[in-house]
């Protein structure tokens, strides 16, 4: 990668994640018939939130303001591993993608301890559903990478999501995967059916209420990593159906890379507005569709190796 | 060699003498330094040979029935010298601050002594190659841990828990006798190097012998279902002797398995695939048990047999590689695998020595009356995230670089074809969900215990660890860093250990190690990056907040009237998680609910997690026959005689790969 690329990589991850807020709440606008904010209302939003002064509670450690810079830090570092603008990424090593998975696991472990740290039954609540659904996700998406490197034999981040549209035989690998990578990409960023980010003052909610109690720039950086990780989400999804391969024309492939993630953002913003949130008790079933459409992809890429093909 | 004999000479001295003085402190003392003169002596012996500098290699001719001992230290024995020793020194040297609040009561030599004796046989069963020797090396660590593990005797609970380990061990010990009956039977010689005439040949008594070697060292080393024991032990014995048998005596069954391996030299593929079946079953179930129990050592039991199902997945693949004869598995499979053992070995025995210092500090270890301990004991609660971070296999820790190492291996595109590929894959996406439920596991146990406010007002923790506690902890802290961000001092331990299965085939023996430390090069750098913007970010906020900010009460969501028995508890926390899992995870109720509107007499429910397996067992033993009755008459009669019949094909399948070694 040259440096250029390095930087446009650095400038794209810290910028796209306040286009991605913009363009989804700016989707749910529509659909409820609003004007809706406006598209950097998450920057401003970050930026006030900066200026103020920190709330703590008495019950709290030290460990409840270091969790949002250490989810921040580990958000950062594998947006650096993925490829964020479709065909390479700044770091980039064999197995990178079980890095970046148990970097997002180290960022969640610290929030989860952030929010049992305020003693308070409702972030425990959040906590406890946070700490299953993100153990229960991990297969789907460790399931998904290793079909992707199988099918694709390569082994880093961004050379197996290049599985490609074009060719039929491929296409339930990719629709497989893209499928398990979106629902992935709702649970792991907290997003309708999973999740609600709107509503934090019901029983139902999970990220939203882990955070109750972060104030200042606290918040600022946990709501910042949660929507980078969105993004990384959805870069990954992108470059999975992206349907212009990127051996051939990269500058276009690029583009149409960055549209497929602004209609994924849509994407996300329809399901809120249109879907309700499933009960919690059905969420583990959900998250078995993911499961089993990347095992679905997984068996249709043996098979096509069994064949030789 | 000489080193070794006089270190077992300092071994034995020591447990003499903590036996013979007078004083409590004394004895301490003779046990410390007679444990530290013997590991000295010990890794000068050793560490040479780790670091590939030859092997030793020694005969003691000896009296009938043995005839000869070979002694003999090859980079396997000393891998499992290097670090056992020490780390039992240093269990001796927590045991010293753990036991002291009752030296005036009771005559603490024994457990001294028999901790220098544990030392003593591990030198034995590490370096004899004679199985009739390392039989008795074996038996002599058992019964040790058996007795160390009886400390506080008075209490039913701890006697039946040792009851139970002592019977354990010996079924798992009488079952490795018949292993080497069968191979005696077949050489006339007791020689592990004449074992190995026999078991590089692929006959059926091999694969007997295999299957019953793997029983025998899966259940000292706590394999599914052979791991019922474990828990009850571990929550019943002193905290270091809890860690030593998790972290340090109990990996003499992996020892014997790769020992084994190594006399086995090139297995058959169907090893690999039982190894990898047995081993992620055994993580699997393991790390579901981790999640839901409430006792804290009962939980750190648990995850020990989640471990060794993750180190004997890594060894599962290298069986894998050798018999597929692709040696970037064999390097991946054995030097993540290895490294495993290490890496447990130190975070296992922090996390018990933390558990340990709590219930010094709060007599309990029940996460339930825990709570808020984070402000009582703040190096008790660094060290035991510390520990739990690792043993989640979380970055920049040492738990992450042997995990990374086997999930490179699983996902490696070594397989011969598409169906081998996808059942590898299938196999590194278990072990994310083991990943992801051992993550629950320690926020549960670190956030129930540590965080928030104390439960149950009648718990008072007044005292961190004491010194020689918390400098034990320490130097296990230090390792757990080390090993994690220089993962290159980790695989210079293991290069040469992992080097012997490669075998003489590959043509330069450590090039695919070198490989497989190549991967870890850059998990390093990547360390390295996330602790800089980590740092970046910290002095950010810092210049941002400049110390102003308030204190405030915790927000309530408008209901002011809490106590702190209404936090999230422990059960809770796990509750949805182990709904999912109820098969594995059976909570049973006791209860006797409020009767009326008014009701006259309290009410109460329990609800404890059962072992499922354990029942299921002694259901099969107690009820026999009638059990397999009830079981079939569960099944409908209609495709009862298919499933009969399904059986019958299976068992003749079975039978057939033993006897032919494939399958027909």
């Not at chain 1, 305020?118 to 609540?125: P, V």
């Not at chain 2, 050798?322 to 996390?351: D, E, M, Q, R």
């Not at chain 2, 994310?432 to 926020?443: D, F």
Request: aromatic residues 10%; glycine residues 8%.
């Amino acid at each position: 990668m040259t440096l250029l690329a390095v930087v446009l990589h650095v400038v794209a991850l810290l910028a796209s994640p306040i286009g991605m807020v913009g363009v989804i709440n700016r989707t749910k606008a529509i659909w409820a018939g609003r004007k809706g904010p406006p598209l950097l209302q998450f920057l401003f939003d970050l930026t006030r939130l900066l200026r103020k002064a920190p709330v703590y509670s008495h019950v709290t450690t030290p460990i409840f303001w270091i969790a949002p810079l250490v989810a921040l830090a580990t958000a950062l570092v594998s947006g650096l591993a993925v490829p964020l603008l479709g065909y390479a990424a700044p770091i980039s090593f064999p197995f990178d993608f079980v890095a970046v998975a148990y970097l997002w696991g180290l960022g969640r472990v610290f929030v989860i301890l952030a929010a049992l740290d305020a003693g308070s039954s409702f972030e425990g609540l959040g906590a406890s559903r946070e700490a299953t659904f993100g153990a229960l996700v991990e297969p789907a998406l460790f399931l998904c990478m290793g079909t992707l490197a199988a099918a694709t034999g390569h082994d880093t981040f961004a050379s197996i999501v290049h599985v490609g549209l074009g060719s039929s035989d491929r296409i339930a690998t990719t629709a497989g995967c893209a499928i398990a990578l979106f629902v992935v990409l709702q649970v792991e960023s907290s997003r309708v059916p999973v999740d609600d980010p709107q509503t934090h003052l019901e029983l139902t909610m999970i990220h939203e209420v882990m955070i109750l109690d972060h104030s200042g720039p606290d918040l600022a950086a946990l709501q910042y990593a949660s929507a980078m990780k969105l993004t990384l989400l959805a870069a990954l999804v992108a470059a999975v159906i992206n349907p212009v391969p990127f051996q051939t024309s990269p500058a276009i492939a690029t583009v149409t890379h960055l549209a497929t993630m602004l209609v994924l953002a849509l994407a996300v913003g329809c399901v809120e507005s249109l879907v309700a949130r499933l009960k919690l008790k059905a969420l583990p079933q959900y998250i078995v569709v993911a499961t089993v459409a990347t095992f679905i992809a997984l068996l249709a890429t043996a098979w096509r190796l069994g064949s030789g093909g | 060699m000489t080193f070794l004999t006089l270190a077992q000479i300092a071994f034995l001295l020591g447990a003499a003498l903590s036996l013979a003085l007078r004083n409590n402190v004394h004895r301490a003392w003779a046990g410390v330094v007679s444990q530290l003169i013997g590991t000295t002596l010990t890794l000068v012996c050793a560490l040479p040979v780790l670091l590939g500098d030859g092997e030793l290699r020694a005969t003691v001719p000896w009296s009938y029935p043995v005839e000869s001992v070979t002694a003999h230290l090859d980079a396997l024995g000393a891998f499992f010298l290097v670090w056992s020793l020490p780390m039992t020194l240093m269990g001796t040297l927590y045991a010293v601050g753990y036991l002291r609040p009752q030296f005036a009561s009771r005559n603490a030599g024994v457990q001294f002594a028999l901790l220098n004796i544990t030392s003593f046989s591990f030198v034995l069963i590490y370096t004899l190659e004679n199985a009739m020797v390392f039989l008795l090396g074996w038996e002599i660590a058992a019964v040790a841990a058996w007795l160390l593990v009886i400390w506080e005797y008075r209490s039913q609970k701890t006697r039946f828990a040792g009851f139970n380990y002592l019977v354990s061990t010996h079924v798992g010990f009488f079952v490795l006798v018949a292993a080497f009956m069968t191979m005696r039977s077949a050489t006339g010689s007791m020689d592990f190097g004449s074992f190995s005439n026999f078991l590089r040949i692929p006959s059926p008594m091999r694969n007997v012998t295999f299957i019953l070697l793997a029983t025998s060292f899966g259940l000292k080393a706590a394999f599914f279902p052979f791991h019922t024991w474990l828990p009850r032990a571990h929550s019943a014995a002193p905290a270091h002797v809890s860690a030593l048998m998790s972290g340090v005596i109990h990996k003499a069954g992996l020892f014997g398995l790769l020992r084994f391996t190594l006399l086995i030299g090139a297995p058959d593929a169907w090893m690999g695939w039982y190894l990898l079946a047995f081993s992620s079953l055994t993580a699997l179930v393991g790390v579901l048990y981790t999640t839901a129990q409430r006792d804290l050592k009962r939980l750190l039991g648990y995850s020990s047999t989640e471990n060794v199902g993750i180190a004997g997945i890594g060894f599962g693949l290298g069986y894998l590689g050798l018999s597929w004869h692709k040696p970037v598995l064999v390097a991946l499979g054995f030097t993540g695998g290895i490294l495993h053992i290490l890496n447990h070995a130190v975070f296992k025995c922090l996390l018990f020595y933390a558990a340990g210092s709590i219930y010094r500090a709060t007599h309990t270890v029940d996460l339930e009356r825990l709570g808020g301990l984070i402000r009582k004991l703040p190096w008790t609660a660094f060290f035991f995230l510390l520990g739990g971070l690792a043993i989640s296999g979380l970055p920049p820790l040492n738990g992450f670089v042997s995990e990374f190492l086997i999930y490179a291996g699983l996902l490696h595109a070594g397989a011969p074809s598409g169906i081998e590929r996808a059942l590898l894959i299938g196999t590194a996406s278990l072990l994310a969900l083991v990943g992801g439920a051992s993550a629950l596991a320690t926020v549960r146990a670190f956030g129930v215990s540590f965080l928030g406010t104390p439960r149950d007002t009648t718990v008072h923790a007044d005292h961190d660890a004491s010194l020689s506690m918390r400098l034990t902890m320490c130097a296990h802290a230090v390792g757990v860093v080390l090993l994690g961000v220089v993962p290159a001092v980790a695989l210079r331990i293991v290069r040469a250990p992992a080097a012997l299965f490669m075998g003489p085939a590959s043509a330069p023996p450590g090039s695919a190690i070198l490989e497989a430390a190549g991967l870890l090069e850059p998990v390093a750098w990547t360390s390295a990056l996330l602790l800089a913007v980590f740092l970046v970010l910290l002095v950010g906020r810092w210049w941002l907040v400049r110390g102003r900010y308030t204190k405030h009460v915790t927000w309530g969501c408008g209901y002011t009237g809490t106590t702190s028995r209404m936090q999230t508890t422990g059960t809770s926390f796990s509750a949805q998680f182990a709904s999912s899992f109820e098969s594995v995870l059976h909570f049973q109720r006791r209860e006797r609910l409020p009767v009326g509107f008014f009701p006259e007499s309290p009410g109460h429910l329990d609800t404890y997690n059962v072992d499922t397996v354990e029942r299921r067992i002694f259901e099969a033993l107690g009820e026999g026959q009638d059990f397999s009755t009830k079981v079939v008459a569960r099944i409908s009669e209609e495709p009862r005689f298919a499933f009969g019949l399904g059986l019958v094909v299976l068992v003749a399948l079975v039978v057939s790969v033993f006897v032919r070694g494939d399958v027909p």
